[in-house]
């Protein structure tokens, strides 16, 4: 029926922009998420219709799956409580709302075991044109272009540029068709996949 469940997560990861598809990334390899990347990443999924069940079916599949993962046991005593608190299900019942692009770029630039933040602004320039081959891109010009953006501090450009380049044959059919289509700027993360999501179905 469409809904996004625990184990339907990774498949959606062909919508996600670069900073959310790193953390997914790093959350399935490491098995666990430092503080700021469990938040930025688990505010995304609840804001493209992860529940709050299934979330948690999400984050204790992820932390506790794989070698060398923590039991169960720990995920329940030491990481529950702060998924739940993003849903507004402890504390203070607040419903927090996923991170805009600002609130990610306000935040500290990630450590070394870190996956959090903008990758447009945190990654080395061989590593962004690692990911962004691998989303892709081919070297050339189109990449520069994105690089050149990212090393001059236009981190949002850069992606909305990476969200055009990546969904260019449905923009062209659409566009082809008379449909309207967005071409505002990325500042949202959520923007980026329900943008995509529309274009791709
Ligand atoms: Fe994520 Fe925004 Fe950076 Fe794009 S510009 S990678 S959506 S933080």
Redesign the pocket.
């Known amino acids: 029926d469409g809904s996004v469940t625990a184990e339907s997560v990774p498949s959606l990861m062909k919508h996600m922009?670069?900073?959310?598809n790193h953390l997914m990334k790093g959350v399935m390899t490491e098995h666990h998420l430092k503080y700021s990347g469990r938040q930025q990443l688990s505010l995304f999924l609840k804001g493209i219709g992860l529940n709050a069940e299934e979330a948690m079916r999400f984050w204790q599949m992820q932390f506790t799956a794989g070698p060398g993962s923590m039991s169960i046991e720990r995920f329940n005593k030491d990481y529950k409580y702060t998924f739940r608190h993003n849903y507004g299900l402890e504390g203070g019942r607040i419903n927090y709302k996923p991170w805009d692009?600002r609130t990610?770029?306000s935040k500290p630039k990630p450590s070394k075991s870190e996956f959090h933040g903008?990758?447009?602004r945190d990654m080395h320039r061989d590593q962004l044109a690692n990911e962004l081959h691998k989303m892709g891109l081919d070297s050339g010009s189109r990449m520069d272009d994105v690089l050149d953006l990212s090393d001059r501090g236009e981190?949002?450009t850069a992606?909305t540029k990476v969200f055009e380049l990546t969904h260019k044959d449905r923009i062209d059919a659409m566009l082809k068709n008379g449909e309207t289509v967005d071409e505002t700027s990325?500042i949202?993360?959520n923007l980026?996949y329900s943008r995509s999501v529309y274009l791709e179905g």
Do not use: E
Not at 17 to 20: A, N, Q, V
């Open positions: 922009p670069l900073c959310m692009c990610i770029l903008c990758p447009y981190y949002q992606c990325i949202h993360p980026y």
